[in-house]
């Protein structure tokens, strides 16, 4: 039984740490300390900063680009990342789209989008969901009918995570209405420049524009364009499924925005007091606290068991239910540190490094905001309650 | 990093699950603990033969040097079983007090006999009024001509009906409140003085109240300088709060199994009750929660044995408020999900729901240590 890191790791960990210190741009970092709105080129930028070190795709093969990196090192990567304050990764081209090409594609499809995808000249999004086809994924019904060398594709795409910066989506779509719903999917990689293709803004409840809607109108595809067999695009979306769990638990999310939380607690105050001494709160960020530490030690010990050649099961979802509820819980708090602070809706201060005029703090601005847009985080990459529905059925065996 | 039990770790597990399966059935646990003593000497003889009394002692006092995994492997079967033996008070507290403060010749004179089953000690540190919490401590010990005069009241001292010697902490100086002050002697149960009621416990072993009369002690009833008993005193009370935690993960283990397969068994609108998804989401978010749990016991048994200090104190303080908040969730969650029957004396469950409940009520519940982290908070 041996809880620490190996010395190895650490120093490992001390090159991520010494990287950051470095390279991470100062503007970046504060705007995501304060929960404000990235823009592309921001993204941009740090991915293009990653891709100079060879460590943009952390999770890749070393002979396509990758990193080669253990579990334990990938997770260290994340840990220091998020602490540092860099940006989350838009997982959808690099963690998402990449390994299913890398574990299904053709040389030729490997060849070509895997070093797009690593120099930033492609952004990809996801066309997974659709307004009859959420948790129930199998449901999607946007129909790719084979037309000579072509798919021709009709329907609708929703929740389409910043499809808005997007210039690749890959789809699940029908092709074998016929077959049992999971039977008659593919898998299928589009241009969002082809003709037919619109994408309409969903303005979520935080006022942010983050989602779309896309919509496909008899748009051609070229048939090299399908990744794996006709029909058995199902095996590709559960593959991909598996990697958008694993990594879900944002630990490292959670201790910075938990130490962010502290630090603001300690400028506002509360019956003449810093906030931070109010009984109260210092239960509930205590609560939040503890309740962190176990589900890090829950995730070293999958981390260890990946590492000794296990394969990450179920567990996965214990980790995505209880990270998620976190960080939700310490946004909450982060909300309502702020007291009428919180209440300004200031939509453009949100997009910028530094505000204006800052009515209260800088530090206001964005936690009521964010606290409303991390709902989602219990929503997307399978529901908590679907994720329960796995571990009953995977783990529990009911 | 590596998660899992050495060879000789796994042996002693396989061994100890072994025993208690043999020889602890419900209806064994159920005769012994309606009386006095309150567990099961032959047990307790056997745990003796087979060397796992001496696990945590000290190997240059005939015991193992268990650290405090072992500890760990030995409590979690001991939680699985229920089993009533005074193992944590007794070995893992009471020995690594005498272990901490004891003198040679102390050490000499306890510590064999411990590891070999001929002595069973037991820890007195609560009193009507000190709530979890040793500063509070008002039973006084007076300085006489050869040695001490100790008065005072001593609560529920766990494993104290039946132990040869109790610890009795004890103020030689400073006010209740105060962590100065405070020291640890020596009693003989049977001394003049003395007056033990026994009783059993809602959570399952016996213990005692103890007062104490003016009760004469002998200079070498101290142990260790006095006035200075609080800080190895808290030192080991956070090494019995990660073995509590392994007994509580043991328990919450069987708990958790006896419930899934009810509810893979019980019949109701003609299918198992596990079909119902309401029903499978509640034993979800049991099983997470003994996940969690797991993971905060493994980390307490691995800093269990650390030198005090700041962040030891938030480990096992936070492993503490999650182990009881879990045990208190799956013991309630346990009983509803099997209805009646969950409330049966006559099924092992309800007996794990007892324990899994109370056993918040040593060393502190959730609430308690939310509170204590909650003061630490700071230093994070």
């Not at chain 2, 089953?117 to 009507?128: D, F, I, N, T």
């Amino acid at each position: 039984m041996n809880i620490h890191f190996s010395e190895q790791e650490l120093a490992f960990r001390d090159e991520v740490r010494a990287f950051l210190a470095a390279e991470l741009p100062a503007d970046i970092a504060a705007k995501v300390r304060l929960g404000k709105k990235l823009t592309k080129q921001d993204h941009q930028r740090w991915q293009a900063i990653l891709h100079r070190r060879g460590w943009y795709a952390a999770n890749w093969p070393v002979e396509h680009g990758g990193t080669g990196w253990s579990v334990v090192e990938k997770h260290l990567f994340e840990e220091e990342c998020a602490a540092a304050g860099a940006p989350r990764l838009i997982s959808f081209g690099v963690n998402m789209v990449a390994p299913v090409i890398i574990k299904f594609g053709t040389p030729e499809q490997k060849a070509h989008y895997l070093p797009r995808i690593l120099d930033g000249s492609d952004w990809w999004c996801q066309g997974y969901s659709e307004p009859g086809a959420g948790s129930d994924l199998a449901a999607v019904k946007t129909r790719a009918v084979r037309e000579g060398d072509h798919y021709i594709v009709n329907g609708q795409k929703t929740w389409t995570t910043l499809g808005q910066h997007a210039n690749w989506i890959f789809c699940l779509v029908r092709t074998d209405p016929e077959a049992k719903p999971q039977a008659g999917i593919s898998f299928l990689l589009i241009d969002m420049e082809s003709p037919g293709i619109s994408v309409r803004p969903i303005i979520t409840l935080d006022g942010a524009h983050e989602v779309n809607e896309v919509f496909f109108d008899n748009v051609r595809v070229p048939v090299a364009n399908l990744v794996g067999e006709e029909n058995d695009g199902w095996t590709c979306a559960k593959y991909l499924l598996t990697h958008e769990r694993t990594g879900q638990a944002g630990i490292g999310i959670s201790k910075a925005a938990l130490a962010h939380l502290k630090e603001v607690a300690r400028q506002e105050v509360i019956d003449g007091r810093p906030a931070l001494e109010d009984p109260l709160l210092r239960q509930r960020i205590a609560e939040v606290e503890m309740r962190l530490m176990a589900v890090e030690m829950s995730t070293l010990r999958i981390l260890a068991r990946a590492q000794a050649g296990g394969v990450p099961g179920a567990e996965s979802s214990i980790l995505k239910i209880t990270g998620s509820e976190i960080r939700q819980a310490i946004s909450d708090l982060a909300r309502r540190v702020l007291g009428p602070h919180a209440l300004p809706f200031l939509a453009e201060e949100m997009q910028l490094e530094h505000d204006s005029e800052p009515l209260h703090a800088d530090y206001s601005v964005a936690p009521a905001a964010q606290y409303l847009n991390l709902r989602k985080l219990s929503i997307y990459g399978g529901s908590n309650e679907i994720q329960k529905n796995i571990l009953a059925k995977a783990q529990l065996g009911l | 990093m590596d998660f899992s039990f050495s060879d000789e770790q796994q042996m002693l597990q396989d061994m100890l699950a072994r025993l208690v399966r043999e020889h602890y059935g419900f209806e064994q646990r159920d005769q012994v603990q309606r009386s006095a003593p309150g567990f099961s000497e032959t047990f307790q003889a056997q745990l003796a033969e087979l060397g796992v009394l001496a696990v945590p002692i000290d190997e240059a006092y005939g015991g193992m040097s268990g650290s405090g995994v072992e500890n760990l492997v030995v409590m979690q079967e001991l939680g699985r079983g229920l089993c009533l033996e005074p193992y944590l008070e007794s070995q893992i507290l009471g020995g690594g007090l005498v272990q901490a403060l004891g003198s040679e010749a102390q050490r000499e004179a306890l510590l064999p006999a411990l590891a070999a089953g001929e002595l069973r000690l037991a820890v007195a540190s609560e009193e009507p009024r000190t709530h979890y919490r040793p500063e509070w401590t008002e039973t006084r010990a007076e300085r006489v001509a050869d040695g001490w005069r100790l008065s005072g009241r001593k609560s529920v001292v766990i494993g104290g009906q039946a132990a040869h010697k109790v610890l009795v902490l004890a103020r030689t100086a400073g006010e209740p409140g105060e962590c100065d002050g405070l020291s640890l002697f020596l009693v003989d149960p049977a001394a003049e003085g003395v007056q033990r009621r026994a009783y059993p416990t809602m959570a399952g072993p016996w213990a005692c109240d103890l007062t104490l009369e003016g009760v004469m002690l002998a200079d070498d009833a101290l142990l260790g300088a006095a006035g200075s008993a609080f800080e190895a005193l808290d030192h080991q009370l956070g090494r019995a709060m990660a073995a509590q935690c392994a007994e509580a993960v043991g328990s919450m283990q069987q708990a958790c199994e006896l419930t899934l397969d009810y509810l893979k068994t019980r019949q109701q609108f003609g299918k198992p009750i596990g079909r119902f998804q309401v029903l499978q989401h509640r034993m979800v978010d049991m099983t997470t929660e003994l996940e969690l749990a797991t993971s905060m016991t493994i980390l307490a048994a691995c800093v269990a044995d650390a030198p005090a200090s700041l962040e030891r104190s938030r480990q096992l303080i936070a492993a503490q408020h999650v182990v009881k908040r879990a045990a208190q969730f799956i013991a309630e969650e346990a009983i509803q999900l099997h209805g009646g029957i969950g409330m049966t004396w006559e099924y092992s469950l309800a007996h794990h729901a007892r324990h899994l409940v109370m056993l918040g009520h040593r060393f502190g519940d959730d609430d308690r240590h939310l509170k204590a982290y909650a003061d630490l908070l700071e230093a994070s």
